[in-house]
Structure formats: structure tokens, C-alpha cells
């Protein structure tokens, strides 16, 4: 139980573009999701909370317009990240909240922006 | 700002012997704590948690240890076997809905177990 998906696993896009990731809670229904970034050999950032039915809350120095997340439903959270840079290359995880303070990852999606 | 670090950022072990992995916590508020394990390009995934109330908690293989008058949680493992290689993150929280469920994470440690 409490298995968590992401979607892509792996993505390379050109500056500019914009990517979409997807973090599915597979076995159960999360009314929070939590997205993380990871750069090589660092441990894991919070970028934002998404909570299901309204708007997430962004962690200080995440730009909200850059990255946008939408939380339709309790199994489903997006992530995209709107004219991609470079830089923005990451492992970027989702999480997802089964009890009240216990949370289990999705598998990552690695992004390169070229 | 509150922090949650880890004393070793590389652990070699041999196979068989038991592993312990420290991790310090500086927020005194925290009642909630984490082991994730992490393989490359993996997601984290989840070992054990212990609340502020034990100062002891035992799974299969793993045990953790909180020491709230230091600030300080340990994972012990067991007979150590390859497939236990990975990165292992402590992640605090405060333990309640909402916000306060955020998790923050240690810098990580790297096991290492050799044949």
C-alpha cells in the first residue's frame, strides 16, 4: 500500500519549453501533496505544498509563476515548469500525506533542460 | 533557521556488521521524526518513524533511537547487507496537520557495505 507514481521518469526539453510532472497516489487518497527538488548528492528541498481544491503554498525563493502546480483531484498533483532554463535541471519528487504526518515518495522524474 | 543535520556523510560497513546512522536536530518543537532510505535516482522511501513521546522504536532489522535532552536520532541496522547501500535521510516535522507537517531533511549519509 501507499505507492506513489510520477510521470515522466526522465524528460529533456529545450530552453524555453514548458514541462508537465504528474504524481499520482496509487492506493489512496491524499489531500496534500508535497513537491521536492534535488540537486546531485544534496538532500531534498520543499518546494511547495499542494493541497487539493485550492491553491499551494509556495516555500520562500520558489517562484509560484515558474512553477506551477494544480492539485484537481486527491490522487492526482502536477507540477510545470513553465519556460524551462537550464538551470531548472533537477530530480524533482512528489510526495504524498497518508496520515496526518506521514508521507511517501514518487519514484522522481529526472529533467534536463538543454 | 532550523536545521536537521547528520555528524558522517559516508558510513562504510562490512556485510554482517550492524550500522548506526546519527542525525542531530536543532528544533526543540519537533515531535515527529523520519528515516527515508534512498537509492540512486530512486524517490525516498520510508523505514521508520518515531514520535516524541518513545525514545525508542523497533522495525524489521532497523531500530531508531530519539534522545530529545540532546537533540539527537540514531538508525541501527541490523546485520548489514548489500541491498541496505543507499543514502539514508532523518527528516524532522512537527507533527500536525496542515504546515506544521512539513517535512525538513537531514544533508544525508551514505552507506556503504562492503563484501
Known amino acids: 500500500g501507499a505507492v506513489v507514481s510520477q510521470h515522466p521518469s526522465r524528460v529533456i526539453c529545450k530552453s524555453g519549453t514548458s514541462v508537465k510532472i504528474e504524481c499520482r497516489s496509487l492506493d489512496f487518497q491524499a489531500t496534500t501533496m508535497f513537491w521536492y527538488r534535488q540537486f546531485p548528492k544534496k538532500s531534498l528541498m520543499l518546494m511547495a505544498t499542494?493541497?487539493?481544491?485550492?491553491?499551494?503554498?509556495?516555500e520562500q525563493g520558489v517562484e509560484k509563476d515558474k512553477f506551477l502546480i494544480n492539485h484537481a483531484s486527491l490522487t492526482l498533483s502536477t507540477l510545470t515548469v513553465t519556460s524551462a532554463h537550464p538551470e531548472d535541471s533537477s530530480f524533482y519528487i512528489c510526495?504524498?500525506?497518508?496520515?496526518?504526518?506521514?508521507?511517501?515518495f514518487g519514484p522522481g522524474t529526472r529533467l534536463t533542460v538543454l | 533557521g532550523e536545521s536537521v543535520g547528520l555528524h558522517l556523510p559516508t558510513l562504510s560497513v562490512q556485510e554482517g556488521d550492524n550500522s548506526i546512522i546519527n542525525c542531530a536536530y536543532s528544533?526543540?518543537?519537533?515531535?515527529?521524526f523520519i528515516w527515508y532510505k534512498q537509492e540512486s535516482g530512486k524517490g525516498p522511501q520510508f523505514i521508520i518513524d518515531i514520535r516524541s513521546n518513545m525514545d525508542k522504536r523497533q522495525g524489521q532489522r532497523v531500530t531508531v533511537l530519539l534522545n530529545k535532552t540532546v537533540k539527537h536520532l540514531s538508525l541501527q541496522i541490523a546485520a548489514t547487507q548489500p541491498g541496505d547501500s543507499a543514502v539514508y535521510f532523518c527528516?524532522?516535522?512537527?507533527?500536525?496537520?496542515?504546515?506544521?507537517?512539513?517535512?525538513?531533511f537531514g544533508t544525508g549519509t551514505r552507506l556503504q557495505v562492503t563484501l
Open positions: 499542494s493541497n487539493e481544491g485550492s491553491k499551494a503554498t509556495y
Open positions: 527528516a524532522e516535522s512537527l507533527g500536525l496537520t496542515g504546515t506544521a507537517s512539513k517535512l525538513t
Open positions: 510526495s504524498a500525506r497518508l496520515r496526518a504526518d506521514t508521507q511517501y
Open positions: 528544533n526543540s518543537a519537533s515531535d515527529y
